[in-house]
């Protein structure tokens, strides 16, 4: 039976279909190769606005080719105490995390590229880090380190969130130069098998400090392309942050955590709320499958099949046969 991915939120469906059988064939592993996930990326960053100059301490990169690899870094601002310029730590981590991709070892595990980019990184400073690496099958692999976020959108609905891992309120896990700080193997590590159509959206704790998963949706609705998402949901984060009666999720979280106005402000019925200024970067990507033509003459049978469901089974293929 080809499953789509979707089945995996829903008892899967047993009656068998006259087709069933047929589209299995077609889509056995050798088959299914012919279709890969892909993904269309747009980025956007808006520094801290005392750190415009220097372009803030947050870092990315994005992997060319189709790769469907992305990665945020955000680095410990803590360290400017100590006279250590915060961004270098975690440039550093984005640029062996690029150069690291192609090592055969990584292996589309981004676990095992967050180790190796972090043995390579010789600044000192500290970071909170998410690696999200898509699989050609359609399999999105996230590690994550402190508390950079990721979700999928599916159909207009947050269907996977990435969980914030912290010591106490506003210190995350981080990779650091020192012994003292988390290692890739503390990494939060998920798997999320994606449809054709399906949106992600990640960012610094800058950016989801500062919007609510309601306005992320209504932008990616609106917006006609993942560059212009982007760009406009780091706006509309930057818009809360400096917004000093805004009610953003972090000082929401905050007021939970027991941080609070005075209690005689609180009397006069004043509560704490506001934006947080940070750094902020935003990733959204798109899934979409392209066809990789065989010697099979597969553009016939591709014909017999329609478009999106032939995507999306295309797409679940994988976890099947795994
Ligand atoms: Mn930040």
Known sequence: MAASTASRLSPPCLHAAPHHPLRRSRFSPLRAAKLEAVLSIGTHVIPHPRKVETGGEDAFFVGGDGC??????????????????????????????????????VSQDPQILLMKAHAATSSIGSATVIVAMLEKTGTLKIASVGDCGLKVIRKGQVMFSTCPQEHYFDCPYQLSSEAIGQTSQDALVCTVNLMEGDMIVSGSDGFFDNIFDQEILSVINESPGTDEAAKALAELARKHSVDVTFDSPYSMEARSRGFDVPWWKKLLGAKLVGGKMDDITVIVAQVKTVVIPDDEGSGVELEKVGGEQLAAAGVASTEQNE
């Open 68 to 105: 469907g690899v992305f990665a945020i870094a955000d680095g410990v601002s803590g360290w400017a105490e100590k006279n250590v310029n915060p961004a270098l730590f975690s440039r550093e981590l984005m640029a062996n995390s690029s150069t690291f991709i192609k090592d055969e070892e």
